[in-house]
């Protein structure tokens, strides 16, 4: 980084997107304790556990997205049990992607 303009603007995106994965674990917390829960079931190496940012981001990082063509909507391919579950407590419509 060669100028004060380019740094300030790395720490914007760096900031913009701590603010993201903190939203993300935010809300997956908040959708468990809706339902009384604090841990969801099978992340960390098969045992419950309290879902953090990058607990959250790791289930979902093996997700695949399928454009959509013409009239056929984008899909997702076989998500698992566990991403399915994150993308519920995200309030995410798999089925709804547009």
Request: net charge positive.
């Amino acid at each position: 980084l060669k100028n004060n303009r380019r740094i300030n603007a790395l720490i914007t995106v760096i900031c913009l997107a701590l603010l993201i994965f903190c939203l993300i674990e935010r809300q997956v917390r908040q959708a468990l304790a809706a339902h009384d829960k604090t841990k969801v079931n099978g992340r960390y190496a098969g045992r419950p556990a309290v879902p953090t940012g990058k607990l959250i981001l790791d289930a979902l990082a093996g997700i695949r997205l399928i454009p959509g063509t013409g009239q056929s909507p984008p899909t997702i391919p076989r998500p698992t049990d566990l991403q399915l579950h994150l993308l519920d407590l995200l309030d995410i419509d798999p089925r709804d992607l547009r």
